[in-house]
């Protein structure tokens, strides 16, 4: 259930918004929680640590809408607010997105794209819970052994699971910017890190959306793993997605005409799970090998522009789940025989 605070001082609105949203509060999707200026919301929030999203009005009495984002962003970064106003010249729509605000809409309500908005706000909210779920539980945490964070999470138990090396079934797909080199050449240092750093936010988000976590970035190249149910076929969304996303991004100025296009090979079976690096140097870096991984990554290698490669045995599995074409046999360093090799399209 995603849990609502509405901070306006009109007092009809509650009853408007019951009203409006008295099917999804009847299934327990949505539960309400009001106030009649900031200085309430604040003190709303401190009863219900697990609100997800505020709707707030901007003009208020004892404490205004942008003040109350300010206050937001200070003390519950988690949760995202929406604007709801009738004041919606741009210097307040900007002054709010520069607080924090996640969207704004405008007053009279109309409430289909409040809706539509809601459960987009709440939809980003769920990812970050899940992302910091992921990262307190799991392997992206297991990247920093270091004694304070053991401590932290639990001690010598918490530690003894950071250790625990495994085999396990998963997909690890490396995504790569291709010709990146020829900007990194050619712009100032800020540009190219700005500019790849943008890349990497691009393809991250639609990894965490499919569940899966960045085991390492490498150069200008992304390398995620997938384990659980489905793990290879939301390893082929993910990078769908991912591809998608970044051929709709602008070239890079008027003067330089990089269009970023990713090379991307995926491959899924067994692998070993562990803390690989140096204890002396407290540098461990908790991540997958296996002659599995090496395979992707020579996969990615051999993908031109825009396309993804599979191996034979990956395709075998997801064949019905999506469109793939059969590319040929390709030679790879240290196989002794060719591999069979598709391309998946969509």
Not at 8 to 23: M, S, T, Y
Not at 100 to 124: C, Q, R
């Amino acid at each position: 259930m995603a849990k609502i605070l509405v901070a306006d001082d009109e007092v009809d609105l509650e009853l408007l918004i019951k009203q409006k949203f008295r099917q999804k509060i009847r299934e327990q999707q949505y539960e309400f929680i009001f106030a009649v200026n900031g200085n309430d919301a604040l003190d709303k929030i401190h009863q219900h640590p697990d609100i997800d999203i505020v709707l707030s009005d901007i003009n208020m009495p004892e404490m205004d809408g942008l003040t109350l984002l300010s206050r937001l962003s200070e003390s519950s970064p988690l949760i995202k607010a929406v604007i709801v106003s009738a004041y919606g010249d741009m210097e307040n729509i900007r002054t709010a997105m520069n607080r924090g605000a996640f969207d704004f809409i405008t007053k009279p309500i109309n409430f289909e794209d409040l809706s539509v908005t809601m459960e987009k706000t709440i939809k980003h909210v769920l990812q970050i819970r899940e992302t910091l779920k992921a990262i307190k539980e799991n392997n992206i945490l297991k990247m920093y052994v270091d004694e304070t964070v053991l401590n932290f999470m639990g001690g010598r138990e918490f530690e003894s699971s950071l250790m625990a090396n495994e085999n396990v079934e998963a997909t690890v797909a490396f995504i790569d910017i291709c010709s990146f080199t020829s900007i990194s050449e050619n712009e100032t240092p800020d540009t190219v890190v700005k500019l790849l750093n943008n890349y990497f936010d691009v393809i991250v988000k639609e990894i965490i959306a499919q569940g899966g976590y960045i085991d390492k970035f490498i150069g200008d190249a992304v390398m995620a793993v997938f384990r659980g149910d489905y793990h290879l076929d939301r390893a082929i969304d993910a990078c769908i997605a991912a591809r998608t996303q970044i051929e709709k991004l602008p070239s890079l100025s008027e003067n330089v005409s990089f269009t970023p296009k990713v090379s991307i090979g995926i491959n899924s079976g067994e692998m070993i799970s562990g803390n690989i690096g140096s204890s002396s140097l407290r540098r461990l870096d908790y991540t997958v090998i296996g002659d599995t991984v090496n395979t992707a990554q020579r996969l990615q290698t051999a993908a031109g522009e825009g396309k993804i490669l599979i191996s034979e045995q990956a395709y075998e599995k997801v064949k019905e789940s999506f469109n793939c074409n059969k590319v040929g046999e390709i030679s790879f360093k240290n196989k002794t025989k060719p591999m069979h090799v598709y391309e998946v399209m969509g």
